[in-house]
């Protein structure tokens, strides 16, 4: 079942475990892979 912010969800890789759940993909990506999830790359560039 998708998280109900799936469709909202900017990350192109549709077929991640973790697509539309911020609560498991954000963590993952900081704790996991030491990097931000594509949604919040715009953000950081634009500091």
Known sequence: M???N????TC???DCPRHGDCNR????HR?????LPYCLRPLAIQR
């Open 2 to 4: 998708a998280p109900e």
């Open 6 to 9: 799936a469709a909202d969800c």
């Open 12 to 14: 192109p890789k549709t």
């Open 25 to 28: 993909c954000v963590p993952y």
């Open 31 to 35: 704790d996991q892979k030491g990097d």
